[in-house]
């Protein structure tokens, strides 16, 4: 059974200002050969989630640098991991999952940005730290940056991923057997408080 846990928008963004100006040595780092954005981004999102998808192709998961999947360092293929399930009581995959913001509102900290060139490619990904005023600050890396103003990126066009939560994968047979013993609800398995049944 899927459920829908809350995405820890604090635990991402102390990463990302933690680690946006050096690497943690847990990951690889891909500045040298294509750039580190998508990877750090997603270190960021794994940090606010906890869950990993470890589909083969269409997954999203780190094990080390050539056991991972496209979408943990690609950032055409983090855009479709995360927007690629539609409605949440579709999704059978698991981790983060986001829409397109479709205004100002739906933007908060911890939400991803994708920039796009003249041509329409997308070719870096940033996370959302702060704000001033209304302008966005990010962090990223490859080219280090700390609260960065959005701003000041030369693009032609940008997305920005509003993270609606983070699926999970609940084994029914568990979630029965502690039910019926009188152990507790969802949040037994998942260490969370706040959670929704699909």
């Not at 963004?13 to 990951?27: C, D, G, H, I, Q």
């Not at 780190?62 to 983090?78: F, H, K, N, T």
């Not at 940008?158 to 047979?173: D, K, S, T, Y």
Request: net charge negative; hydrophobic share 40%; with cysteine.
């Amino acid at each position: 059974m899927i459920i829908r846990i809350p995405y820890n928008r604090q635990y991402a963004v102390e990463y990302a200002k933690k680690w946006a100006t050096s690497r943690n040595p847990l990951f690889f780092d891909f500045t040298g050969g294509g750039g580190n954005c998508t990877n750090f981004v997603s270190q960021c999102l794994f940090t606010g989630s906890a869950v990993m998808d470890f589909t083969p192709t269409f997954g999203w998961y780190y094990r080390s640098a050539d056991d991972r999947a496209p979408a943990w360092s690609g950032v055409e293929q983090l855009y479709d991991f995360l927007t690629g399930s539609g409605d949440f009581a579709d999704r059978e995959s698991v981790g983060p999952f986001a829409i397109e913001a479709r205004n100002r509102q739906q933007v908060e900290l911890g939400d991803v940005v994708q920039l796009a060139d003249s041509e329409g490619d997308f070719y870096h990904t940033l996370l959302i730290t702060g704000f001033n005023g209304n302008e966005i600050l990010v962090s990223a890396n490859s080219d280090n940056a700390l609260d960065r103003p959005l701003s000041s990126y030369p693009f032609a066009s940008l997305r920005v991923l509003h993270i609606m939560g983070v699926a999970l994968n609940l084994p029914l047979e568990e979630s029965a057997e502690a039910i019926y013993n009188a152990e507790g609800i969802f949040a037994v398995f998942t260490g969370l408080d706040d959670v929704t049944e699909a």
